[in-house]
């Protein structure tokens, strides 16, 4: 629990705040959450349509330390009034809420483009016209592909830093054309990005954008027919985790050959509080947050974790641990993918000193603990259970 010698970044004791987290109940919401009510004297109004990934948090009433100081609100924000009550009665929102999973973005365009930008405007809105605080959630997506992708394969160029690192003000959003509805999540999330800029510098919004970078750890996402549908594709953790639980190969999609830098959830989160409590030095920034140190191709991912999860379950790795699928089997027409994401880190040093401090194989190896232990007998059952002839 807080102590009231809590002090900021410039040495001022910390206040306790009211914060409207809406998509709390989510995987950042509920590390966020955890991370608030072990370490702070905030209280928060969590908004969401479920609350399974805080239920630990909520109940039993009266019996944790930081009871009273959160309160959930099971809710639609797209269609539902008390929305802005809720904004009013806190001192900052943070808007998590969104559609977040690669396949929809070309299965479910409209669900995507509505729930990333349609369904954050009135959050926009009433920040805006009450006077309130916004952090929102965009993605280190809306940088799309990287300049040096357009390069010939062995062009020397593509080495260069200028031409995959990926900064705030200086990067340039490139997406495929409009038929690669892959990327109508980030056109979205762009929108809705230079919708809160333009509040900020036409009426005064005080916002923080955060844009992270592939955060992982426990609770992400699903696992497909355990607590979620059998049918789901969630993002690639949870979908090679799910593959190493069953026992299956791990599937590489169009080789696995993209890149990406994986921070862990623990890491990410102390930056959101950073970020929280430093409003002079968070207000009118746009945040990347990932760990360019741990960056892998999707196949090396995949191999790592096949190594981890053996060394947790002590189980032996299967003899061909992967398999190549193309992205038109895996994902359906209009996928496309962002080659390499390395976040540059000099807007986030500068403004609140934060660095992640998680090797990827460290982060692995507690997330697949946790998954081992949360699904592996679950698993068996479903496995061992008849199929209904
Ligand atoms: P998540 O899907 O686990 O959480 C989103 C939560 O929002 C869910 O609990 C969902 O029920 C809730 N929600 C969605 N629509 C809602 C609505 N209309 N009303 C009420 N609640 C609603 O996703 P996450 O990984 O926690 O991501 C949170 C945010 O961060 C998203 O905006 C996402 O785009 C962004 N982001 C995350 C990552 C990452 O690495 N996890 C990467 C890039 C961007
Ligand atoms: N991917 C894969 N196999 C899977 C799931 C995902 O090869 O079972 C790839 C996907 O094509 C992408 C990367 O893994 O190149 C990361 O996918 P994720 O869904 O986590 O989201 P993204 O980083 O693309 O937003």
């Given at each position: 629990?807080?102590?009231?010698?809590r002090?900021?970044?410039?040495?001022?004791?910390?206040?306790?705040?009211?914060?409207?987290?809406?998509?709390?109940?989510?995987?950042?919401?509920?590390?966020?959450?955890?991370?608030?009510?072990?370490?702070?004297?905030?209280?928060?109004?969590?908004?969401?349509?479920?609350?399974?990934?805080?239920?630990?948090?909520?109940?039993?009433?009266?019996?944790h330390?930081?009871?009273?100081?959160?309160?959930?609100?099971?809710?639609?924000?797209?269609?539902?009034?008390?929305?802005?009550?809720?904004?009013?009665?806190?001192?900052?929102?943070?808007?998590?809420?969104?559609?977040?999973?690669?396949?929809?973005?070309?299965?479910?365009?409209?669900?995507?483009?509505?729930?990333?930008?349609i369904?954050?405007?009135?959050?926009?809105?009433?920040?805006?016209?009450?006077?309130?605080?916004?952090?929102?959630?965009?993605?280190?997506?809306?940088?799309?592909?990287?300049?040096g992708?357009?390069?010939p394969?062995?062009?020397?160029?593509?080495?260069?830093?200028?031409?995959?690192?990926l900064?705030?003000?200086e990067?340039?959003?490139?997406?495929?054309?409009?038929?690669?509805?892959?990327?109508?999540?980030?056109?979205?999330?762009?929108?809705?990005?230079?919708l809160?800029?333009?509040?900020?510098?036409e009426?005064g919004?005080?916002f923080?954008?955060?844009?992270p970078?592939?955060?992982?750890?426990p609770r992400?996402?699903?696992?497909p027919?355990?607590?979620?549908?059998?049918?789901?594709?969630?993002?690639?953790l949870?979908?090679?985790?799910?593959?190493?639980?069953?026992?299956?190969?791990?599937?590489?999609?169009d080789?696995?050959?993209?890149q990406?830098?994986?921070?862990?959830?623990?890491?990410?989160?102390?930056?959101?509080?950073?970020?929280?409590?430093?409003?002079?030095?968070?207000?009118?920034?746009?945040?990347?947050?990932?760990?360019?140190?741990?960056?892998?191709?999707?196949?090396?991912?995949?191999?790592m974790?096949?190594?981890?999860?053996?060394?947790?379950?002590?189980?032996?790795?299967?003899?061909?641990?992967?398999?190549?699928?193309?992205s038109?089997?895996?994902?359906?027409?209009?996928?496309?993918?962002?080659?390499?994401?390395?976040?540059?880190?000099?807007?986030?040093?500068?403004q609140?000193?934060w660095?992640?401090?998680t090797?990827?194989?460290?982060?692995?190896?507690?997330?697949?603990?946790?998954?081992?232990?949360?699904?592996?007998?679950?698993?068996?059952?479903?496995?061992?259970k008849?199929?209904?002839?």
């Open positions: 629990m807080a102590s009231a010698a002090v900021d970044l410039d040495g001022r004791p910390i206040q306790p705040i009211t914060i409207c987290m809406i998509g709390a109940g989510g995987f950042i919401g509920s590390h966020l959450c955890e991370k608030i009510m072990a370490e702070t004297p905030h209280s928060v109004l969590a908004v969401d349509v479920y609350n399974d990934k805080i239920r630990h948090l909520l109940e039993p009433e009266g019996a330390a930081w009871s009273g100081r959160i309160q959930f609100h099971r809710l639609n924000i797209k269609h539902d009034s008390r929305l802005e009550g809720l904004i009013k009665m806190s001192d900052l929102t943070i808007n998590l809420a969104a559609i977040c999973t690669p396949a929809d973005y070309n299965t479910r365009p409209l669900d995507t483009i509505y729930s990333n930008f369904d954050a405007l009135p959050v926009v809105k009433y920040c805006s016209e009450n006077g309130k605080r916004l952090i929102h959630f965009s993605t280190c997506e809306v940088y799309g592909k990287t300049i992708s357009f390069l394969k062995d062009h020397p160029l593509r080495k260069e830093p200028e031409f995959y690192v900064k705030e003000d990067s340039p959003c490139i997406f495929g054309s409009i038929e690669k509805q892959r990327w109508s999540y980030a056109c979205a999330k762009q929108l809705i990005e230079r809160i800029y333009a509040e900020g510098a009426n919004l005080e923080t954008i955060v844009r970078f592939n955060w992982i750890g992400m996402d699903f696992i027919g355990i607590d979620g549908p059998s049918e789901g594709v969630p993002r690639v949870a979908c090679f985790s799910n593959n190493l639980l069953r026992g299956e190969p791990l599937k590489l999609v080789g696995g050959q993209s990406r830098t994986f921070v862990y959830i623990k890491d990410a989160i102390e930056a959101v509080l950073l970020m929280i409590e430093n409003p002079e030095r968070a207000n009118g920034q746009i945040f990347n947050v990932g760990n360019p140190n741990n960056e892998v191709t999707v196949r090396q991912l995949a191999e974790m096949t190594q981890v999860y053996s060394k947790v379950s002590g189980e032996s790795p299967l003899d061909v641990p992967t398999i190549d699928v193309s038109k089997e895996f994902y359906g027409v209009g996928y496309d993918d962002s080659d390499k994401r390395i976040p540059d880190m000099t807007i986030i040093n500068k609140l000193g660095n992640p401090k090797s990827l194989w460290d982060l692995l190896e507690s997330t697949l603990t946790y998954q081992h232990r949360t699904y592996a007998e679950a698993i068996k059952r479903s496995i061992a008849p199929v209904p002839s």
